[in-house]
């Protein structure tokens, strides 16, 4: 469904991505992992088109991302819960979701207001409050539901989980859980690298912006010395 070949792309004079390779099979949760700083929000932000890549190939269902402006790559079906969430703070949390909704990637179960507020109860309680008067949960759940609205085939979380308390933390565990079964192909980053690795199928491991190790999570998991060396766990 997604893969990246040698990519590379930094900031300024500086390169920052020094050959990125990634593969995710359609159905399949992927995440990538990697201490602070080694490339992982970059590589997204290559997939997503917030970048530009300097060499290499992305291509997502047979087309190649590089040559399509940002906008056209989610309307490929790739959502986007962003590391700093972008809620638009003056919007309702209605509001929010309705901006979003779409269906480009024509889903045969589209992702409607009452599916999302199924998902996130909190929300629908919160409906009429504007997105600067949400908790920082609350605001990362309206960023879920509103990657969801578009009805994307493919949805990548970057830090989905970071600074939040660990019941709110736990409810979107829950949601990726639940929406992995359903067969939404995922491709995650996140700290908690014990209940990441319980999620997903196979595992990247970056440094310094590049692929060091890659394979079946569940060989991670019980892999000590491949944390200490690269996730310093
Ligand atoms: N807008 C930017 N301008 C210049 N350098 C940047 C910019 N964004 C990121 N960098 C640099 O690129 C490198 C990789 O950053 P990136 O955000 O991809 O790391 P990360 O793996 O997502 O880290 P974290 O776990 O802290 O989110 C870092 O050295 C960072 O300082
Ligand atoms: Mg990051």
Redo the contacts with the bound molecule.
């Keep these: 469904m997604l893969r990246l070949q040698q990519v590379h792309a930094?900031?300024?004079g500086?390169e920052?991505l020094s050959g990125v390779d990634l593969l995710l099979r359609e159905g399949e949760v992927v995440t990538l992992l990697?201490?602070?700083?080694?490339?992982?929000?970059?590589?997204i932000?290559c997939i997503m088109g917030q970048l530009a890549c300097r060499s290499g190939s992305i291509v997502f269902d047979g087309c190649e991302l590089n040559d399509l402006p940002a906008f056209r790559r989610a309307r490929l079906g790739i959502g986007w819960v962003p590391?700093e969430r972008h809620i638009f703070p003056n919007l309702s949390v209605q509001e929010n979701l309705q901006v979003a909704a779409a269906n480009f990637a024509s889903a045969q179960q589209p992702w409607t207001l009452q599916r999302v507020y199924q998902l996130f109860p909190r929300l629908q309680e919160r409906v009429q409050h504007a997105g600067n008067q949400l908790s920082g949960g609350e605001q990362q759940m309206l960023a879920i539901a509103r990657a969801l609205m578009i009805n994307p085939r493919l949805l990548i979380l970057?830090?989905a989980t970071e600074g939040l308390a660990p019941l709110i933390r736990q409810e979107i565990w829950r949601v990726i859980e639940q929406l992995k079964q359903q067969g939404l192909s995922i491709l995650i980053?996140d700290?908690h690298i014990k209940t990441l690795l319980q999620l997903a199928d196979r595992y990247y491991l970056?440094e310094k912006?590049q692929v060091v190790s890659s394979g079946e999570a569940s060989q991670l998991a019980q892999d000590a010395g491949l944390q200490a060396r690269y996730l310093g766990v």
């Design positions: 930094g900031y300024g500086s920052v990697g201490r602070n700083g080694m490339g992982k929000s970059t590589t932000h590391e970057d830090e980053v700290k970056m912006g």
